[in-house]
């Protein structure tokens, strides 16, 4: 049987028949390509709005936060490795659809939920369902938020953003060099950030690695464009913990944080400094 290609991310992957993708969780299942973790959850928790880390949006406000497993990127100082890398028989997993996870949100609302995370992993390996599970969510009044590398194409990104209230994007490298390193695209995350700023509100993620991205002048040229795309865009500089295959790694100067988002703030308004505390 010919392979048929999935057309979510920037891998654009041609599958054969039973195989899956680069991502590990989306197959070619008799000629079609679906999700094959399509309803199993590896983590769902009541989360503070600002640990997705969105700081301007419904501040105060919880929400139920949801996971799976795969990845379509390779980043060696993952902080979730234990789910985003594994297969879903390595991991414990909860067998639920859309239906019992938005009545799940709704019966949350006493403990103050506002709606739906897709997060932990990569939400978009799971498109399928997180698409099912978000439109449902909108139609019983629930917001919807995603936390993304940005590594999905224009027209399925376009299709899920009118379920969708708000995203962190993280912004990894701003080079297509950096991007290389961690089988990602630059250019295909630019193009995530750009559109999604048209309808939803819109964070963005700089986690500072030391030797990776910690340096001063690609921090600005990032914080640069982003204004150009919207100058109130929130920018969270956050700090690096050795974890999977960056051990060897300290952790990020403190004090470098605070120098690289003053430098972010010659060109956003709102700048915030994560995980020091």
Same mark, same amino acid.
């Given at each position: 049987?010919?392979?048929?290609?999935?057309?979510?991310?920037?891998?654009?992957?041609?599958?054969?028949?039973?195989?899956?993708?680069?991502?590990?969780?989306?197959?070619?299942?008799?000629?079609?390509?679906?999700?094959?973790?399509?309803?199993?959850?590896?983590?769902?928790?009541?989360?503070?709005?600002?640990?997705?880390?969105?700081?301007?949006?419904?501040?105060?406000?919880?929400?139920?936060?949801?996971?799976?497993?795969?990845?379509?990127?390779?980043?060696?100082?993952?902080?979730?490795?234990?789910?985003?890398?594994?297969?879903?028989?390595?991991?414990?997993?909860?067998?639920?659809?859309?239906?019992?996870?938005?009545?799940?949100?709704?019966?949350?609302? /006493? #403990?103050?939920?506002?709606? =739906? $995370?897709?997060?932990?992993?990569?939400? %978009?390996?799971?498109?399928?369902?997180? &698409?099912? @599970?978000?439109?449902?969510?909108?139609?019983?009044?629930?917001?919807?938020?995603?936390?993304?590398?940005?590594?999905?194409?224009?027209?399925?990104?376009?299709?899920?953003?009118?379920?969708?209230?708000?995203?962190?994007?993280?912004?990894?490298?701003?080079?297509?060099?950096?991007?290389?390193?961690?089988?990602?695209?630059?250019?295909?995350?630019?193009?995530?950030?750009?559109?999604?700023?048209?309808?939803?509100?819109?964070?963005?993620?700089?986690?500072?690695?030391?030797?990776?991205?910690?340096?001063?002048?690609?921090? /600005? #040229?990032?914080?640069?464009? =982003? $204004?150009?795309?919207?100058?109130?865009? %929130?920018?969270?500089?956050?700090?690096? &913990?050795? @974890?999977?295959?960056?051990?060897?790694?300290?952790?990020?100067?403190?004090?470098?944080?605070?120098?690289?988002?003053?430098?972010?703030?010659?060109?956003?308004?709102?700048?915030?400094?994560?995980?020091?505390?």
């Amino acid at each position: 049987m010919d392979k048929v290609k999935c057309n979510i991310c920037h891998w654009n992957c041609a599958i054969a028949e039973g195989s899956r993708g680069f991502c590990g969780v989306r197959g070619n299942v008799g000629g079609k390509i679906v999700n094959v973790n399509y309803g199993y959850l590896s983590l769902a928790c009541l989360d503070p709005i600002e640990k997705k880390p969105l700081a301007e949006f419904m501040p105060g406000s919880k929400i139920l936060s949801i996971g799976a497993n795969g990845c379509n990127l390779r980043c060696p100082h993952c902080q979730n490795y234990n789910i985003s890398m594994a297969a879903q028989e390595e991991i414990d997993m909860m067998d639920t659809n859309p239906e019992e996870v938005v009545d799940t949100a709704i019966a949350y609302k /006493e #403990a103050g939920n506002i709606g =739906l $995370a897709y997060t932990y992993n990569e939400p %978009v390996t799971m498109y399928d369902f997180m &698409f099912d @599970t978000a439109r449902l969510a909108k139609e019983k009044g629930l917001i919807n938020v995603m936390v993304t590398n940005g590594c999905i194409n224009e027209e399925p990104l376009r299709a899920l953003l009118p379920y969708f209230d708000a995203l962190n994007i993280d912004l990894k490298y701003f080079t297509e060099e950096g991007y290389k390193k961690i089988a990602g695209d630059f250019e295909t995350v630019k193009k995530a950030i750009e559109v999604a700023n048209e309808s939803c509100h819109v964070e963005i993620s700089w986690l500072v690695v030391p030797g990776e991205n910690d340096n001063p002048d690609e921090v /600005e #040229a990032a914080a640069e464009w =982003l $204004a150009s795309v919207n100058p109130d865009m %929130v920018l969270h500089i956050s700090r690096f &913990f050795p @974890t999977y295959k960056k051990l060897d790694k300290p952790a990020t100067d403190i004090a470098l944080l605070y120098e690289l988002a003053d430098i972010a703030k010659k060109h956003l308004k709102h700048v915030y400094v994560g995980n020091v505390g």
